[in-house]
């Protein structure tokens, strides 16, 4: 199984981005997400979404942030808005599968600077 992420980059705060995730191999999608990572911290959840499409957001984001799939393509999305210094990461995709496996991405940088 192989997680590819894209869409990470530099931003002025209140701005937008949208992160992309494609999953490819053999599996059985249970959830996908994002979490992100800064230096120093454990990785925290950003948002999931379940295979029944119920999503989940930290407090941090919920408002702001919006979770999506493309079953079709094994694709998970995150559209970010209204951006926040605080938001700047290194964001990453995980799968997890039916049998509680769980996969990542290579990880995006996000940046929200002036």
């Known amino acids: 199984v192989q997680l590819q992420a894209s869409g990470g980059g530099l931003v002025q705060p209140g701005g937008s981005l949208r992160l992309s995730c494609s999953a490819s191999?053999?599996?059985?999608?249970?959830?996908l997400g994002w979490y992100r990572q800064t230096p120093g911290r454990q990785r925290e959840l950003v948002a999931t979404?379940?295979?029944?499409?119920?999503?989940h957001y930290a407090d941090s984001v919920r408002g702001r942030f919006t979770i999506s799939t493309e079953n079709t393509k094994n694709a998970v999305y995150l559209q970010m808005n209204s951006l926040k210094p605080e938001d700047t990461a290194v964001y990453y995709c995980?799968?997890?599968?039916?049998?509680?496996?769980?996969?990542w991405g290579q990880g995006t940088q996000v940046t929200v600077s002036s």
């Open positions: 995980n799968l997890r599968t039916v049998y509680s496996d769980d996969y």
């Open positions: 191999g053999s599996f059985v999608i249970d959830d």
């Open positions: 979404i379940s295979s029944s499409g119920i999503s």
